[in-house]
T-cell receptor
Framework: DTAVSQTPKYLVTQMGNDKSIKCEQNLGHDTMYWYKQDSKKFLKIMFSYNNKELIINETVPNRFSPKSPDKAHLNLHINSLELGDSAVYFC????????????FGEGSRLTVL | AQSVAQPEDQVNVAEGNPLTVKCTYSVSGNPYLFWYVQYPNRGLQFLLKYITGDNLVKGSYGFEAEFNKSQTSFHLKKPSALVSDSALYFCASGYSTLTFGKGTMLLVSP
């Protein structure tokens, strides 16, 4: 009954590879997000989708491409992985844009070797 | 633009004592302010928010926060700390998207 679920939880890969992280929410929320948390625990918004439409795209390399097949899913695909991409990636959802009360997934720890 | 600052990397408090985790904000217009908690290897959990209204906001797990406009602060408080409150606490601000502070580690000793 997990509200926001992400897979995989851990991902170890080599530089240059392409990988995806999937996110699903069963809360019926309209808005979903991807956040990146670095090794110093600093959190930064990457993308925000409202009802499958991209509404926020922060300064993120275009190697990162989000995809929302429906409003319950927001996946993150990363091409040509670099060492600096190592981080914990959090998916979150909220009832509507501007609500501020986000529901976070457990995170996906990406390690690039 | 909205931003928050958490001046303390770590706060140490003994169990049973009151705790305060500090947050100051810098916003243009009305601030939307939030507190989140992150336990080890977990996602963030929402604690409370201030949008408008009463300056004292009550949230989950016995936490509260006081919005102080003159001091541009939104400190998180709890009257009596528990060891299980030990976690990383984030202050955040924003409307369409949240900007988080750097986090403050709270350590409650038995």
């Amino acid at each position: 009954d997990t509200a926001v679920s992400q897979t995989p939880k851990y991902l170890v890969t080599q530089m240059g590879n392409d990988k995806s992280i999937k996110c699903e929410q069963n809360l019926g929320h309209d808005t979903m997000y991807w956040y990146k948390q670095d090794s110093k625990k600093f959190l930064k918004i990457m993308f925000s989708y409202n009802n499958k439409e991209l509404i926020i795209n922060e300064t993120v390399p275009n190697r990162f491409s989000p995809k929302s097949p429906d409003k319950a899913h927001l996946n993150l695909h990363i091409n040509s992985l670099e060492l600096g991409d190592s981080a914990v990636y959090f998916c979150a959802s909220s009832p509507m844009t501007g609500d501020g009360e986000l529901f976070f997934g457990e995170g996906s720890r990406l390690t690039v070797l | 633009a909205q931003s928050v600052a958490q001046p303390e990397d770590q706060v140490n408090v003994a169990e049973g004592n009151p705790l305060t985790v500090k947050c100051t904000y810098s916003v243009s217009g009305n601030p939307y302010l939030f507190w989140y908690v992150q336990y080890p290897n977990r996602g963030l959990q929402f604690l409370l928010k201030y949008i408008t209204g009463d300056n004292l906001v009550k949230g989950s797990y016995g936490f509260e926060a006081e919005f102080n406009k003159s001091q541009t602060s939104f400190h998180l408080k709890k009257p009596s700390a528990l060891v299980s409150d030990s976690a990383l606490y984030f202050c955040a601000s924003g409307y369409s998207t949240l900007t988080f502070g750097k986090g403050t580690m709270l350590l409650v000793s038995p």
